[in-house]
């Protein structure tokens, strides 16, 4: 055994050429997966789940509503994660992930207020409240535009990824008061469905798809994330050699 | 299990909340197959960027040749 610790995978992990080869290995079956995850989650909620007590069919926008806003959380961490690690051992690998991850989250928060607003129309009898759960998701959506607008504010590309990162970092003081939002204040928001410590208050032939639904978020999570970053890959990694070889095996000149 | 309407009329009405929830899952639907096929037409056009590229450097060193 070598005395040194092997650093080979931490380095192979931060190669774009190896992240874009690897990860266009799994996208086919990821995207199977996502695909009937998906699926099999709409048609049982949407038709098969019994409907609920007190809100009826409407309690259906669920199978969309909290999956998204799971994402929309999760996807935070992840993007403020990717932009520390590529402020710290300046892996650019790194940053293209975090630049990745700002329009999905964006679109997933936007889509947990929007599912919100229609599911508190016929439940609260309004479409929007200032209360602590939506204002503090509102505050998500225009952290993740910030850390997408900040890309594309300096002329340099080092400049963009530093002031996203920070803004990104900074931002995560906003998840924890996110989660806690509906216990800290009062609240139209329902508390949480779903949580770790305990079993979830909802009965299993309602809570099995949603979990369907869940599973095939975190899919299609995946599946979007490795698009955008291979995107990415591309556009700054256009001087390579393998992107050219890429370019021109694609082109067929 | 039991599919909870008897017919497609039922599941698109869903007594009177079907504009709620369809709302709901046309609008994801439609915003998260943007979020699949945006980054698919950007990772073509990187490639036939770089493409054109090389194509028009292979035919400015063809032309220089040519002059000589």
Known sequence: MS????????????????????????LPWLGLLTLLLLGTGLVWGLGFAPQDAKQGNSFRIIYIHVPASFLALAGYYLMAIAG??????????????????????AVLT??????????????????????????SMLILLFLYLGVLALQYAFHSQEAGNKASAILALVGTVNIPIIYKSVDWWYTLHQPATIKFTSAPSMHPDMFQP??????GFYCFYAVALFLHTRAEILRRERKSSWVRELAIKEAGL | MKMQFDNF?????????????????????????WLIVRPLADRKAALQDVARDIARTAQAKENLKGDS
């Not at chain 1, 005395?3 to 799994?26: N, Q, V």
């Open chain 1, 3 to 26: 005395s040194k610790t092997d650093w080979t995978w931490f380095h192979r992990l931060g190669s774009p050429r190896w992240f874009y080869e690897t990860t266009g290995r799994w």
């Open chain 1, 84 to 105: 520390a690690v590529g402020l710290i051992w300046r892996m650019k690998l790194s940053f293209m992930v975090m630049k990745a991850a700002a329009p999905i989250g």
């Open chain 2, 9 to 33: 009329q039922q599941l698109w009405d869903m007594a009177g909340h079907g504009p709620f929830v369809w709302t709901s899952v046309l609008v994801s639907l439609v915003m998260m197959i």
């Open chain 1, 110 to 135: 936007f889509l947990a207020l929007f599912t919100g607003a229609v599911w508190g129309k016929p439940t609260w009898g309004t479409y929007w409240v200032w209360d602590a759960r939506v204002t």
């Open chain 1, 210 to 215: 949603l979990l369907v639904m869940i599973l």
